[in-house]
């Protein structure tokens, strides 16, 4: 883990391209709440403290990548984010905001609009690559909703899959998935890489050229989620997220 006592006084870059560019692309997906509430809750591990922190956009994006052509990068956030945040992401992410209701009458899931995301990439006529989902969020799995069925989806039509999150933020259920037929990628591995306070600490250089990836293949009827689920179930009620 990276000393949580470093700082630096200048941005600096995350790093070149450190894999070829033959390999399968990837799909990015950010849950940017869900993100941004796992990097508030591991700040004080790393102690980082007040309302300075915040998400740098093009380093999410790098470590998301891993290096991989991306073939689409999609952020959803809600409503009440500010358009000076939406901003510094929509260099690298095509932006979609979950309304509250207000022009049409009906309030929006910020997941649910992130899942028809993902759908509709699955359905896209295109070899399979890598589906990316930032998120911790692995709630409703239990009445076959939320991102978890989302994923198995995507593997079932051969795309590999991975889920980047915060330990914090991230539910149990949705980590015995991503390590059971997929890759897990903990962010706070590259806390200072993905992160900033403004005026205070820069995002730090870090390099990707041993971050594991997952791979496209066709779906293993036996390395089913089953198994995961069941051991999710045996820690009792679902994890709220």
Do not use: C
Request: charged content about 20%.
């Amino acid at each position: 883990m990276i000393s949580p006592t470093r700082t630096l006084d200048r941005p600096v870059p995350i790093g070149a391209r450190d894999r070829p560019a033959t390999e399968p692309p990837a799909h990015l997906f950010v849950d940017l709440s869900n993100v941004f509430l796992g990097a508030r809750e591991t700040a004080a591990a790393f102690h980082e403290y007040g309302p300075a922190l915040r998400l740098s956009a093009k380093h999410l994006h790098r470590v998301m990548a891993a290096g991989r052509p991306v073939a689409s990068a999609t952020l959803v956030a809600n409503a009440l984010v500010p358009e000076a945040a939406l901003r510094h992401f929509r260099p690298w992410f095509r932006i979609i905001r979950a309304e509250t209701g207000r022009q049409t009458g009906t309030e929006q899931a910020a997941d649910q609009l992130l899942q028809n995301a993902i759908f509709l990439e699955l359905l896209q006529p295109v070899e399979p690559g890598v589906i990316v989902l930032a998120t911790g969020d692995g709630a409703g799995w239990r009445d076959g909703r939320g991102f978890i069925p989302t994923l198995i989806a995507a593997r079932r039509l051969g795309f590999g899959v991975e889920v980047v999150a915060f330990a914090a933020s991230l539910n149990p259920a949705l980590r015995d998935l991503a390590e059971s037929v997929g890759m897990l990628v903990e962010l706070d591995d590259y806390y200072y890489a993905v992160t900033f306070l403004e005026g205070l600490r820069w995002p730090e250089f870090i390099l990707l050229r041993h971050r594991a990836t997952a791979q496209p293949r066709p779906w293993d009827r036996n390395a089913s989620f089953v198994d995961a689920a069941r051991r999710a179930a045996r820690r009792g009620p679902e994890v709220p997220q």
